[in-house]
């Protein structure tokens, strides 16, 4: 909705100067099913906006800086357990990280933008082709690879072993003293058993090909994705022991709400945010700008 | 992690144990659990606000019925609902009198059109008729490669100008082709975009203009949430579609977009698709789409009865 308003102003039509009422309430509740917040993360955040509402009179603008604050405590809680505010490669020693997620949700685009991003930052970066399956699949990260100046390990044999594509990243990484290898895989949907233990082999094959490397294991997430995203980060969580989310398509008028009950639930945090087809759409994820947009439709 | 509806639609009824009839004052709890799960399913929230309100008025006008429980008959009742909004049945793909019939594809970035296409394709050409796809997409690295290593899968041609090419003007020419070769059913695939990028949605309006497609299909993933309103109305609006295909339905997603793109559309969904496989698209069926929405499979033989 294009001409939906600042939310501060739209609640202080509501309740005019006065304290926040359970009108002005029911319209932010509104306001973050839309966001595909979802019901349960939604409940949540609205009883204890609630709560803080029943000690105190407030009136909106206080409640909706309130409000922000108990979503950006959602988002940052996992970065501050993690003891890594900044989320960089560590120089001279071998970094890992491994992209997955469900068909279409940005993988390989997000591979083409980090490997640009790191190139550009004096990183020695490798790519592993490991989606052998979809249609120029390979091709598609070949051209990425080109694009920032980054090699692709790949297999053109049709149909190859993904996890014996990741094995020979591996090596050729090893060889070349590169400090990042990023792993690309195929999409693939969490309740396929098959291709989630496929991925579970991959995640096996570089703890044991790498056992020194600083892995990094990231679920790519679409903004435009619904509740289904929750599901995605726990079996993918179980499947490739995510430590991560990138949250893509955030250039579209989705929210990407669902990221919140993904943090929330699993503790994960949101390193990237993607905005856009382009290599440099890639940004640190901020938890400011995330509540900002979300709530000022 | 979702109950289904049925069970708890039970759960509400029996907090008001010995009302045998529906009311005004009964349904609330009811009607506020179907609300949630739709929620649940990805419903569109304005779209759900607008099926409750149906719901509603329909069940206070319902009669009687001697031996079903009231819940029983609310279950029926929201889910002809849903069928009845999803189209009542199952829709073919236009066939043009004069052939080439013109296909157009539509839709956000990694939804499935691509794949869509080739599987479009493929289920012509069981019916015995003949396919040319057509490879518009200049933007994403390797979409063209992409539809012609899916063309060789499953023996289509595919028309091409390469990716320094307009994207309008590969389309003209594909469907002159087309014209040219006799062939019956021409596909024409397209870049991804979103429905807020003005020049990308000017570039489909120009392409459908100058192709005047038989029918525009906007393919939509299964998984979409809250957004799936807005980019079908969008999509709908500046370039009018005539049906849609929903994607990813062999993924455990409840699909409340369906809900959402035949409510603001109109237009009915023609297929889904159920896997990356060339072969995997199905029809579109109102009724099972509705009983997964619902989350309740099993209990369509207790809807029977009632
Ligand atoms: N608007 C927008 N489009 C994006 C973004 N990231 C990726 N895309 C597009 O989304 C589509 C799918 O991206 P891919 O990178 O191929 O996705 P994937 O997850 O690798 O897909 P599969 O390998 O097929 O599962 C492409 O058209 C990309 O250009 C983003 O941040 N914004
Ligand atoms: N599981 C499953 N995967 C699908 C289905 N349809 C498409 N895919 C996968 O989804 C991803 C994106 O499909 P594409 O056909 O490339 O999507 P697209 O809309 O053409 O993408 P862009 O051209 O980048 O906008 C690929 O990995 C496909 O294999 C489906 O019905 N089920
Ligand atoms: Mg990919
Ligand atoms: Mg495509």
């Known amino acids: 909705d294009k001409t939906r308003r600042n939310i501060v102003n739209q609640l202080k039509s509501i309740v005019g100067q006065g304290p926040l009422n359970q009108a002005a309430v029911t319209e932010i509740e509104a306001l973050l099913l839309q966001a595909d917040v979802g019901v349960e993360a939604t409940d949540y955040i609205i009883t204890t906006l609630?709560?803080?509402?029943?000690?105190?009179?407030?009136?909106?603008?206080?409640?909706?800086?309130?409000?922000?604050?108990?979503?950006?405590?959602?988002?940052?809680?996992?970065?501050?357990?993690?003891?890594?505010?900044?989320?960089?490669?560590?120089?001279?020693?071998?970094?890992?990280?491994?992209?997955?997620?469900?068909?279409?949700?940005?993988?390989?685009?997000?591979?083409?933008?980090?490997?640009?991003?790191?190139?550009?930052?004096?990183?020695?970066?490798?790519?592993?082709?490991?989606d052998t399956f979809r249609a120029a699949a390979v091709e598609q990260v070949k051209i990425w690879g080109q694009r920032s100046g980054v090699q692709v390990i790949f297999n053109p044999a049709k149909n190859a072993d993904p996890a014996a594509v990741v094995f020979d990243a591996i090596s050729a990484a090893t060889a070349r003293e590169t400090e990042l290898l990023l792993v690309d895989t195929a999409g693939r949907l969490q309740n396929k058993k098959n291709l989630m233990d496929e991925l579970s082999k991959i995640r096996r094959i570089i703890d044991k090909k790498a056992p020194n490397a600083k892995i990094e294991s990231l679920l790519v997430l679409d903004a435009t994705l619904g509740q289904n995203g929750l599901r995605q980060a726990e079996i993918f969580s179980q499947a490739a022991q995510l430590s991560g989310v990138v949250l893509t398509k955030l250039d579209s008028t989705a929210k990407g709400g669902v990221a919140l009950a993904v943090v929330q639930q699993l503790g994960l945090p949101i390193r990237f945010i993607g905005a856009g087809e382009g290599i440099e759409d890639l940004r640190p994820f901020s938890s400011y700008e995330f509540v900002e947009a979300l709530l000022n439709g | 992690m979702f109950e289904a509806l049925a069970d708890r639609l039970e759960g509400a009824w029996k907090k008001l144990r010995g009302q045998d009839k529906i009311s005004q004052s009964n349904i609330q709890d009811a009607l506020r659990e179907v609300r949630r799960a739709l929620l649940e399913a990805d419903v569109n929230l304005q779209v759900v606000k607008d099926f409750v309100t149906e719901v509603e008025t329909k069940a206070l006008g319902a009669e009687v019925i001697t031996g079903v429980r009231p819940d029983q008959q609310f279950i029926k009742i929201v889910h002809d609902e849903l069928v009845q909004v999803m189209?009542?049945?199952?829709?073919?793909?236009?066939?043009?009198?004069?052939?080439?019939?013109?296909?157009?594809?539509a839709g956000l970035q990694g939804t499935g059109k691509t794949t869509a296409t080739a599987k479009l394709a493929l289920h012509l050409r069981k019916l015995e008729r003949s396919c040319l796809m057509v490879a518009t997409d200049v933007y994403r690295p390797a979409a063209i490669d992409q539809l012609i290593t899916l063309g060789k899968q499953i023996d289509v041609p595919v028309f091409e100008l390469g990716s320094d090419a307009d994207p309008v003007e590969i389309a003209r020419q594909g469907v002159e082709r087309a014209k040219a070769e006799g062939v019956d059913t021409v596909i024409i695939d397209t870049a991804g975009r979103l429905q807020i990028d003005q020049d990308m949605m000017a570039e489909l309006a120009r392409i459908k203009e100058t192709v005047q497609p038989d029918e525009t299909l906007l393919v939509v993933d299964s998984m979409t949430g809250q957004e799936a309103a807005n980019l079908t109305r969008t999509f709908h609006e500046r370039i009018g579609i005539t049906g849609a295909i929903l994607t990813k339905l062999d993924g455990d997603s409840r699909g409340g977009a369906a809900l959402s793109v035949r409510h603001i559309s109109g237009a009915p969904i023609k297929f889904v698709g159920v896997g990356e496989k060339v072969e995997a698209l199905q029809p579109f069926y109102p009724d099972r789409m509705a009983s997964r929405i619902l989350g309740m499979g099993d209990v369509l033989t207790l809807v029977e009865k009632a």
Request: aromatic residues 4%.
């Open chain 1, 50 to 130: 609630q709560n803080k509402l029943r000690q105190e009179v407030l009136p909106a603008e206080e409640a909706i800086a309130y409000l922000k604050k108990i979503l950006r405590d959602m988002l940052d809680a996992p970065v501050k357990k993690s003891h890594k505010p900044i989320f960089v490669p560590e120089k001279e020693t071998l970094n890992v990280w491994l992209i997955t997620g469900v068909n279409g949700a940005g993988k390989t685009t997000t591979i083409g933008k980090i490997a640009h991003l790191a190139q550009k930052s004096g990183y020695k970066c490798l790519i592993g082709a490991a």
């Open chain 2, 87 to 105: 189209g009542e049945e199952n829709v073919p793909l236009a066939q043009a009198d004069h052939s080439p019939t013109v296909v157009l594809m």
